[in-house]
Structure formats: C-alpha cells, structure tokens
C-alpha cells in the first residue's frame, strides 16, 4: 500500500485521563486507518503513480486531475491531520520552547492570548473540523486557522504546526458533547518540541 498508517510514539493508555485507551484505539486504529485505507484505494482507481508525500499531494491540491481532487482532499486531509496531531500530543507536561515562545510572544501577546484566539475558533467551528496553529510564510508570522471537515492548511500555503480534532469521533467517548472540555485539556498534551520542530520543515 503507498501510505501506511504511522505508529503512535507512545502506549495506548499514555494520554489518560483526556484520551482514554478506549477512545485512542478507537479514533487512530479504525478512523485514522480508514483514512489511509480509502486514500490508498483512491489513488489506485485514478491510476496515480506518483511518489509524493500527502503533505505534498495536499499542497498541489488544485494542480491533481479534477476525479482525484476530492478523494485527495478528503482522505488525504484526514491522514496528513491526524499524523500531526498524534505527532504532537505527549503524556509528559510541555512548555513552549524559547524560540517559539517568542514567536508567540510577537504575534499574540503572551500563550495565554494564543489560547484564547483557538479556543474560540474551536468553539465557533459549525460541524466537524479542525484548529490548528499555522506558520503562514506571507507575513512571517503564527496564526490560529480553523478549518471545515479535513481540509488542509498544507492547501492554503500555510505550515500547520500543531492540529485540535474537534470531529465529535474524538472527544465523544470520554467528553460526549462537550467539546470545550475536551479542547481544555487537550491543551496539556501538546508536545511543544515536536511544534517547533515543524518550523524547519
């Protein structure tokens, strides 16, 4: 198969209690891999051979044949967003590194403003998407995006550098309806390293 799914870089029960083990198989071993899994088999019906990452098929969204557009954008966002996402959660407490927290420092005030801006676009997301934290390369600066089912900011020339799931398959065993408990604590799984990491891809 061209994509695989990745393996998470720690034990299934290491994000309790804000991602129970129940809920982590669940969301990366069948949603997660039905992404992978429906990529893979769009590509083979379109016949496409290339040797991309889905991070580049993301970023050359509109150039891909009109059939293969759609599949790329959905299946392909819903592989490339949650890779990030479980690439950047950590059982261990984080901080902001010296670099990126003077980046956000510059571009939002202080963490607590940065939090503040996505906490309310993840609130005001209608239906199931995504807020990430972008490096947009225009201006030069950070920026909180929040996008619609498994859109990409890969798509819109923008870095993501760290990804909420607010789809309800990922707070809805441990949390239900309440997603803004559950973007709350999520907040102390950010893996702050690998965030800043992203800044030299």
């Not at 819903?78 to 959660?89: A, I």
């Not at 010296?98 to 510059?106: E, F, G, M, P, W």
């Amino acid at each position: 198969m061209r994509y695989r799914l990745p393996a998470l870089p720690y034990p299934l029960e290491a994000l309790a209690p804000v991602i129970s083990r129940e809920a982590l198989d669940l969301h990366h071993g069948v949603h997660h891999q039905a992404y992978v899994d429906k990529l893979n088999a769009a590509l083979v019906e379109h016949a496409w051979n290339g040797r991309e990452s889905v991070d580049e098929l993301l970023r050359n969204l509109e150039s891909l044949p009109d059939p293969l557009r759609e599949p790329v954008r959905n299946f392909g966002g819903g592989h490339s967003n949650h890779s990030l996402f479980w690439e950047t959660l950590t059982p261990s407490p984080s901080q902001p590194t010296r670099h990126l927290a003077k980046l956000i420092d510059r571009d939002f005030g202080n963490l607590a403003v940065l939090r503040h801006h996505f906490d309310k676009e993840a609130a005001g997301l209608f239906g199931s998407g995504w807020v990430f934290l972008v490096w947009d390369p225009a201006p030069g600066a950070l920026d909180v995006v929040a996008l619609p089912n498994q859109d990409s900011p890969w798509s819109q020339a923008r870095l993501p550098l760290l990804a909420c799931d607010v789809w309800e398959h990922a707070h809805y065993l441990d949390y239900r309806q309440r997603r803004d408990a559950w973007v709350r604590d999520w907040w102390h799984l950010v893996d702050w390293r690998q965030v800043e990491k992203r800044l030299d891809l």
